[in-house]
């Protein structure tokens, strides 16, 4: 993952939070909950796709079926869904239209940031469908 970063106080305050949502399933599932919840609302279907690949490499990471991504890496997925999640970021979710390009930019972000461990993700999740039929 590249060293240039999204620096507003809330993805910052996000990156805090993902280390203890990780080592913690119940509060993983419950941000799971929350950004699916929240998906409903959202039009943006790349938002959503990406929210959703997130969402299932979290699972696979913690369920420990997939650990090949760094940990810097999915820390940053959490703290990208975490930001999702908020409903008071840098531009308030709550402002029609505008509100969610912050959320949109920073899970873009992470997305480009984290595109090569992304595509091997789908690689071995429909690997996986295959073998599992």
């Known amino acids: 993952m590249s ?8 993805f910052k305050k996000a990156k805090r939070k993902a280390s203890s949502i990780l080592q913690n399933r119940d509060k993983l599932n419950h941000l799971l909950q929350i950004s699916k919840d929240k998906l409903s609302d959202v039009n943006n279907i790349k938002l959503v796709d990406n929210i959703k690949i997130f969402a299932r490499m979290i699972k696979a990471y913690s369920k420990g079926t997939y650990k ?5 890496g999915i820390l940053a997925i959490i703290a990208a869904i975490v930001y ?6 840098l531009i308030p979710d709550l402002i029609p239209v505008t509100g969610m390009i912050d959320d949109f930019a920073v899970v873009m972000w992470v997305y480009n940031q984290l595109q090569t461990e992304i595509e091997a993700f789908r690689v071995w999740e429909s690997e996986v469908r295959e073998t599992n039929g």
């Open 3 to 10: 060293d240039s970063k999204i620096e507003n106080k809330y």
């Open 84 to 89: 999702f999640a908020m409903p008071i970021d």
């Open 68 to 72: 090949d991504v760094p940990v810097k």
